[in-house]
């Protein structure tokens, strides 16, 4: 069966994700962009995935520098999610989106009022169709006790949790 990218972009964009922004340092700059392919891996070890179109900037930097850090962004932060992914804004994203942050423990650039943060190093890369897979072990995590709701993708567009309800999911606890 064949379908076009747009179907497939289509199709998987009912998949509702969180907004992250990766950084990393090339030398002293901080280099980021949105993504929303993140994933955890393992609990023991500690292990997450982020997907990296090979086309972008930050790419050979990760995979030269052998890390990175997530910054999982709030529904405050769509600015700055928009300038990482790309938009015509200035600053833009060779000034780092004009973001404030700060070098985590390990040194990574995290970004100022990010729910949560994770600090890692590449333990695999996998090189599939347009994207680099890069399976990292998580060195330092942070995350904020109070704040805002989640910054959330769904059908290409940014979507605001209006209603929060807590419902502990039924099941077996394998």
């Known amino acids: 069966m064949e379908f076009s990218a747009d179907t497939?972009?289509?199709v998987m964009g009912h998949f509702?994700?969180?907004v992250t922004v990766v950084t990393a340092l090339e030398g002293e700059r901080p280099w980021g962009i949105t993504?929303?392919?993140l994933s955890s891996v393992s609990l023991e070890p500690p292990l997450v995935m982020v997907a990296l179109?090979?086309?972008r900037k930050i790419t050979p930097t990760v995979r030269a520098a052998g890390r990175y850090a997530v910054n999982v962004m709030g529904e405050d932060q769509q600015a700055i999610a928009d300038c990482f992914a790309g938009a015509p804004v200035s600053p833009g994203r060779d000034e780092f989106c004009g973001t404030r942050w700060h070098p985590g423990p390990t040194g990574?650039?995290?970004i100022d009022g990010s729910i949560a943060t994770l600090e890692c190093t590449v333990a695999e890369r996998y090189s599939v169709g347009d994207h680099d897979l890069f399976i990292a072990r998580v060195?330092?995590?942070a995350n904020?006790?109070?704040h805002a709701m989640p910054l959330l993708y769904y059908r290409r567009r940014y979507l605001r949790v209006e209603r929060a309800e807590s419902v502990v999911p039924e099941g077996k606890a394998d």
Request: net charge positive; no cysteine; charged share 35%.
């Open 8 to 10: 497939f972009r289509k």
């Open 16 to 18: 509702a994700t969180g």
């Open 35 to 37: 993504v929303n392919a």
């Open 53 to 55: 179109d090979r086309r």
């Open 108 to 110: 990574l650039p995290l």
């Open 139 to 141: 060195d330092s995590l």
């Open 144 to 146: 904020q006790e109070h």
